[in-house]
Structure formats: structure tokens, C-alpha cells
């Protein structure tokens, strides 16, 4: 874009910091408006970045504090209810050598890490700011989009991108109409345990294909495992995240795993409080990414179940992507179109294939020890590389 251009950025969380610094990297200025008081929504849920997150944010020279912050993991194992030992993989990424194999890490501390580091490169963040309207006017300069936020605040910028995530606002502010995320039918459970009496294999993902649920596992370097599990059941209320109380989920979990002859009812009940859900949701298509000022990336405009375990992967490579198509194309109309061009097919693919895994892990016993040799093992060991050998060059 030509001109000097200000990009109002709605969400302070992966995608809304790393577009940021994407931008600057650009030439592009952007300021961060956060809703939350400090971003770090979500505090005891973990996540991966594979090896497609990490390389885009190498392109902005951002991979060093996420790679510090986390932890790796080589290889992937799949047991039955039985115990039984159905297959072991290479995670997908680490077969290729280049150095950023899948990494493991806090959200939270994924959000400081790349908080930090976007503050270091002189980077606002406004904190307290949910936005809840935004127009577009036309100035001296040509036409500019002024954002009000509930505190009766407001900012005018070029742009404005909505990293607003799943129960986004700009969303609804493109297009009224926009379909909103779906829930899925499971719940999604993390914990922490030092005292499972269990020995797991190091470097390694353990994935356990229970009667009634699905549980993954893997060992942090001071041994503390780290477990989640996908679980059946209703909808929880967003607005009262501790209305069922860690006691309350590690009966519920490992009441799931009892009849099973897996180490995941002991892990589970060797928890202490460290545990905390959420709703899994997906959005399979967003038919409007854009208009003239204003676009969507990241959970905003596709959601995809957990279950791949691609959310912030997908993110950072959207924001990697904009911000190029906003450094190469002479306005933002333009530069919108060409990122939705380069991102939807791609994008609405991991939440397929997201989906599909969902179904997997929620079908009978015969499902799930057939899982490894079919979907499952795709999208977990990258066997046609599709999903971790995606590649930005800048």
C-alpha cells in the first residue's frame, strides 16, 4: 500500500500480536486493542505450534521466544483401550530437518512470549478496549475506519483487522449475517500432575483411544505431565468458566477411562486443581472475510476444532500472509482479496479434516483402533506433508 497507513488490530491475543509485527515488518504501523485487562484468557490450557507456525513466524524473525517458552516432542504413539499398542509415528515436522520440529507450550505463555516481543519492537497495546462498533468515512486522505469501543473510547486508522477470535465482533460488523462458531458435541479438559504413577515414554505424544473419550499426554522436560482429553457433553456456560469445579471434572474424566485398561484414569485422578475446560467449537466456512477497511483472520473467520491442534498455527500463517498481500497491493480492497485468495482453500481444508478427526475419536471401539492407519494418522504425522510443510517466503 502506498501512503502512510495505520492498521487498527482488534485482539491482542496469537493472531492479533503477530499480525502487528508483520505489519511493522511491512512498513505498515499497527496498534494492538486487547478487550481483556492483560490478553492471558485461557490461562491453563497448553498448545502446539508445528512446524508451519514456527517457520512463518521465522519469517518475521519471531520463532526465537516461542521456541524458548516451550518444549519439543519427536514422535506420536497410539494406544487402545486395551492398552494395546496400535502404532507409533514421527510428529508431523520433525522428519524434515530444518531445525523447528513441533513445540509445546502454556497459551498463556505463548501470548507473553509474543506480547513481549512485539512491545520490544515499539509495538502500542491498549488494553481494556472491546470493540463494539466500527464505520467507515471518507477523509481528506481517502477513506479511513473510525472503531468505538465500550468504554466510549474510539481510534481512526486505514484499516482495521479483526483478530478478534472465535466470538468475534468485526465478524458480525462485515457481515451481520456472518454464521456464528458451532459447538461440537465435546468439551476439551487440560491438566498438570506431578504424582501420576505411570512411566511415559520421553520426547513423545501419548494418544489414547478410550471406550468413551479420547486422551493425549506428554512428559515437560521437569517431568510434570501434561494431559487433555475430549470429552462428550453439553455446552458450557462461557460466562461462568468454574461453574463445574476441578474436583467435579477429574471425577467426570476418569470416570470415562475406568473401564479402560489405560494408565488415563490414574494420570487424571492424580490431579489437583490444575485442570480447566472449554467448549470445542468450529465455524466451517465464513462467507465474508472483508469489505473495504475492515477484514477477519485467524478463529475469527475459521475456527477449526482442537482436534488438529492447528489454531494458532493457522493464525500466525494468516497473519504472515496479510500483512505481505498489504505490503504488495496498492490498496486494502485489493490486498483483502488476494489474502482470502491465497488463505480460504487452505484454511477451511484444516477445519475439515479437524472435523473429520473429531468423528473419529468419538466412534466405537473398532474406530478407534483402526484411527492410526487412516485420518487420525494424517493429520497427526503430516503423511502427505500438506498440513506442516506449508512454507511463506516473504
Known amino acids: ?48 505450534v508445528f512446524a508451519n507456525g514456527l517457520e512463518a513466524l521465522r519469517v518475521i524473525d519471531a520463532h526465537g521466544p516461542v521456541v524458548a517458552h516451550s518444549f519439543p516432542a519427536q514422535r506420536v504413539e497410539f494406544l487402545g483401550d486395551r492398552g494395546e499398542r496400535l502404532g507409533e509415528r514421527p510428529i508431523a515436522g520433525t522428519e524434515q530437518g530444518d531445525g523447528l520440529g513441533p513445540r ?9 512470549a509474543l506480547h513481549t516481543e512485539a512491545i520490544r519492537r515499539g509495538i502500542s497495546v ?22 468505538t469501543f465500550a468504554d466510549g473510547s474510539r481510534a481512526e486508522g486505514d484499516l482495521l ?18 454464521p456464528g462458531p458451532r459447538y461440537t458435541g465435546q468439551n476439551t479438559v487440560c491438566g498438570y500432575t506431578r504424582d501420576a ?11 489414547i483411544f478410550g471406550k468413551r ?27 461462568d468458566p468454574v461453574a463445574v469445579t476441578p474436583a467435579e471434572w477429574r471425577s467426570r474424566v476418569a470416570g470415562l477411562f475406568d473401564d479402560d485398561d489405560t494408565p488415563v484414569a490414574g494420570i487424571v485422578r492424580a490431579t489437583g486443581d490444575r485442570i480447566i475446560a472449554s467448549n470445542a467449537y468450529d465455524i466451517a466456512t465464513t462467507p ?32 504472515i500472509v496479510l500483512a505481505k498481500c498489504l505490503r504488495d497491493r496498492p490498496d486494502a480492497r485489493s490486498a483483502f482479496a488476494a489474502y482470502e485468495e491465497l488463505r480460504r482453500e487452505r484454511v477451511e481444508a484444516v477445519v475439515a479434516a479437524s472435523a473429520g478427526m473429531a468423528k473419529l475419536t468419538a ?12 485420518r487420525m494418522e494424517r493429520g497427526s504425522a503430516g503423511a502427505d506433508n500438506w498440513l506442516t510443510g506449508y512454507r511463506i517466503e516473504w
Open 1 to 48: 500500500m502506498t501512503g502512510t497507513t495505520k492498521a487498527l488490530i482488534i485482539g491482542g491475543g496469537i493472531a492479533g500480536t503477530v499480525t502487528a509485527m508483520a505489519l511493522r515488518k511491512a512498513g505498515i504501523d499497527a496498534e494492538i486493542f486487547e478487550a481483556y485487562p492483560t490478553g492471558a484468557d485461557d490461562v491453563g490450557a497448553f498448545l502446539v
Open 104 to 112: 509445546t507450550l502454556r497459551r498463556a505463555a505463548l501470548y507473553q
Open 126 to 147: 491498549r488494553h481494556g478496549k472491546r470493540l463494539v462498533g466500527a464505520e467507515t468515512v471518507q477523509a481528506a486522505s481517502g477513506r479511513r475506519v473510525v472503531a
Open 161 to 178: 483487522v479483526g483478530a478478534d477470535g472465535l466470538h468475534s465482533v468485526t465478524r458480525t460488523l462485515i457481515d451481520p449475517g456472518a
Open 197 to 207: 504413577k505411570t512411566t511415559l515414554s520421553p520426547d513423545t505424544y501419548t494418544m
Open 213 to 239: 473419550a479420547f486422551f493425549g499426554c506428554t512428559v515437560a522436560p521437569d517431568g510434570e505431565v501434561w494431559w487433555f482429553a475430549n470429552v462428550p457433553g453439553s455446552e458450557l456456560d462461557r460466562t
Open 288 to 319: 465474508t472475510w472483508h469489505n473495504d477497511t475492515m477484514v477477519i483472520l485467524g478463529d475469527a473467520a475459521h475456527a477449526a476444532a482442537p482436534n488438529a491442534a492447528q489454531g494458532a498455527s493457522m493464525a500466525i500463517e494468516d497473519s
Open 363 to 374: 466412534t466405537g471401539a473398532a474406530g478407534r483402533r483402526a484411527a492410526p492407519e487412516s
